[in-house]
């Protein structure tokens, strides 16, 4: 019973306190176990919106739902828990790196350097689509940037990663919504669940990480654009390379 409250106010300070929440991950010998038992209760409860909500819903990924269809909620929690889990680790790594490029010199040099690291990698990954093997050179050169970060910031990184996980709650919070949208086949009602959980973990991620790696919110939410895409683009690269199943980039993407 302990260790459930020691969750619970660990979820609460998260989502009500972010900067002191990751403050306190920068501590010595925080743990990893509270944020991942906040982790996986959020897998859980949204395994089960997933298992359980009619399969056209929301109808913009109908297409996806029905390729899911039938699953067993086993599937959907393993998926869902190993999935994340490694997209999350990949964010905060590529996180860690943007800030390092964010921290000093000019914010708008430095925020057109970022844009033209995200453009280049954009276009090598879309335009060698069809023959992977010419974007390895472009994802080892964001594996080693995003190793780079890391080295230099371990704590920094740490912390960030802790905060990632607990910050899930805010989903749990937004999920009831979610369910109740489902039963009401209510598009709108689910657009405002899922919009809200967004611009909410937007909000905690930005002020967690100018905890943990420092600067400002001109220099912190380009940073969070950047390691989103450049994350989101890995993962493409490594479909396209057959390293990642396309059902399951599917999933990771629309689910």
Excluded: H
Aim: proline fraction near 5%.
């Amino acid at each position: 019973m302990k260790r459930l409250k020691e969750i619970f106010f660990l979820a609460k300070k998260t989502v009500l306190d972010p900067s002191g929440a990751a403050a306190d991950f920068m501590a010595p010998g925080a743990g990893l176990g509270g944020p991942l038992a906040v982790y996986l209760v959020y897998c859980a409860v949204y395994a089960l919106f997933l298992y359980v909500k009619p399969v056209g819903f929301p109808a913009e990924f109908s297409q996806a739902g029905l390729e899911f269809s039938g699953r067993s909620y086993a599937w959907f929690f393993a998926l869902l828990t190993v999935s994340e889990l490694i997209f999350t680790g990949v964010f905060c790594a590529v996180f860690a790196a943007f800030s390092n490029l964010m921290k000093d010199g000019r914010p708008a040099f430095r925020f057109f350097l970022g844009c033209l690291i995200c453009g280049i990698y954009a276009a090598a990954a879309f335009y060698f689509r069809s023959a992977p093997l010419f974007s390895l050179p472009f994802l080892a050169a964001a594996i080693a940037a995003a190793g780079a970060g890391v080295r230099a910031q371990k704590a920094a990184a740490a912390a960030f990663l802790k905060f990632s996980l607990s910050c899930n709650a805010v989903i749990l919070i937004c999920l009831p919504v979610s369910f109740l949208a489902a039963a009401l086949r209510s598009e709108t009602l689910y657009l405002a669940a899922e919009t809200a959980a967004g611009l909410w973990l937007t909000v905690l991620v930005i002020k967690a990480a100018k905890t943990v790696f420092g600067g400002t919110i001109a220099r912190t939410a380009p940073v969070l654009l950047f390691s989103f895409l450049i994350s989101v683009l890995s993962f493409y690269i490594l479909k396209n390379l057959g390293v990642i199943p396309p059902e399951i980039f599917k999933f990771m993407l629309f689910m």
